[in-house]
């Protein structure tokens, strides 16, 4: 999905939201924030985000995706299990359906923390690393422990910063 497709099905949700006199909310994540927000990358492949109300977005998510084609996980919460409590900024402010991005640092964690092989996460990583003017690999592991307690940081992902900079 590129960066006009991602707002076009978000202003669809809005207008389903709208048809029903429902209010809703999503906080994107991932490579839909690296697309949409920072113009990082021209597509992602799907739309990683925490929502509420649950049921009623799912269904206007279902709905959605049968107009459009998509694939019914288009904009899917498996993101929910990764996610602590954060800051956020409203990125749309629509009548029936307000989107949140996190901030830079906590999208930084996110990513650093999972940095899967065979993905966009390096890259990802990366280019958030330039735009918050981070020079050392210690800035990062002082970022991902704000969030994240040190026990659950992997030694493979420290190797991954390390290399980052030694680069």
């Known amino acids: 999905m590129t960066q006009p497709e991602i707002k076009d099905y978000l202003e669809q949700l809005n207008e389903i939201l709208k048809s029903i006199d429902i209010k809703g909310?999503?906080?994107l994540y991932g490579g839909a924030v690296m697309c949409l927000v920072y113009n990082a990358r021209p597509s992602t492949k799907d739309v990683d985000a925490i929502f509420e109300p649950v049921p009623k977005l799912r269904a206007a998510?279902?709905?959605?995706?049968?107009?459009?084609?998509?694939?019914?996980?288009?904009?899917?919460?498996?993101?929910?299990?990764?996610?602590?409590?954060?800051n956020q900024q409203i990125f749309f402010?629509?009548?029936?359906?307000?989107?949140?991005?996190?901030?830079?640092?906590?999208?930084?964690?996110?990513?650093?923390?999972?940095?899967?092989v065979d993905t966009m996460d390096k890259d990802d990583i990366q280019f958030l690393i330039n735009k918050m003017e981070i020079t050392t690999a210690e800035?990062?592991?002082?970022?991902?422990?704000?969030?994240?307690?040190?026990?659950?940081?992997k030694q493979a992902t420290q190797f991954f910063?390390?290399?980052?900079?030694?680069?």
Request: hydrophobic letters at 40%; glycine letters at 2%; proline letters at 5%.
């Open 61 to 86: 998510i279902e709905k959605v995706a049968h107009a459009n084609n998509l694939d019914e996980d288009w904009l899917n919460d498996s993101v929910k299990g990764f996610v602590v409590n954060h």
């Open 139 to 153: 800035e990062v592991f002082n970022i991902l422990e704000k969030y994240y307690p040190k026990q659950q940081i």
């Open 93 to 116: 402010n629509w009548p029936n359906l307000k989107i949140y991005i996190p901030e830079p640092d906590y999208l930084l964690a996110m990513k650093t923390l999972a940095s899967r």
């Open 161 to 167: 910063i390390e290399e980052l900079f030694a680069q």
């Open 25 to 27: 909310e999503i906080c």
